[in-house]
């Protein structure tokens, strides 16, 4: 696996007051990036899916194209998956070995359930267990349901983030050598770098 990584350089800033405590071992398994998903070499790329999972616009569309027909045959055979969690496919043509196709909320209609946090960070928890079920140290999550979904970019990275750090605490991600949070936009790539200093403070 060849893979130039933007290396999260955590500094430390007066005023951003840490929710969670430093942890050096933490630190150095958190990458954040901007770039096409799909050119990513890691053990698996986590999709921005629908409940259907065959297919769609956005980033659900460059990884289908990338990966080839293969994809959609096998996730035919899934049977589909429901909001807040996901499924793990190959991903044949793609540099990274698995695709987990997470189905996040759409974000005004969970919202007004109040259900929307729930359900996307479900989304991350469900991927992070399908990453360690399956042996996989390194794993690239798309900025889940910030595109047509509508969730805002802010509050998705503190979930995301949360999510991570709270699943690393319960030692459930020991053996996960990379965790990558891989945006497209500039929007979510700032809400990361304003966000990942509470969750995973300097040490
Ligand atoms: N690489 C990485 N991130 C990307 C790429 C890419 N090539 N292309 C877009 N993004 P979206 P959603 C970012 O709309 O909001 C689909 O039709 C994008 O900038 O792809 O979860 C599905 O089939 C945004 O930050 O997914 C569903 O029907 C993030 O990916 C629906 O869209 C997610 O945006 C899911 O909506």
Known sequence: LSLLYKLNKITPDDHVEASHAPSAAYNDKISVIRQDITALAVDAIVNAANNSLLGGGGVDGAIHRAAGPE????????????????????????????????????????????????????????????AAEHGLKSIAFSALSTGVYGYPSGEASEVALDT?????????????????????????????FENIPKYFPPV
Not at 78 to 107: F, M, N, Q, R, W
Not at 112 to 122: A, F, M, P
Not at 175 to 183: A, H, L, P, S, V
């Open 71 to 130: 994809l959609v045959d096998e996730c035919e055979t899934l049977d589909g998956c429901d909001t807040g969690s996901a499924k793990i496919t190959d991903g044949y043509e793609l540099p990274a070995k698995k695709v987990i196709h997470a189905v996040g909320p759409i974000y005004w209609s969970t919202k007004s359930e109040g259900r929307h946090t729930e359900l996307l960070s479900g989304c991350y928890r469900t991927s992070l267990e399908l």
């Open 164 to 192: 991570v750090r709270a699943f690393l605490d319960e030692g459930l991600g020991d053996d996960m050598e990379r965790i990558i949070f891989c945006n497209f936009m500039q929007k979510d790539e700032d809400a990361y």
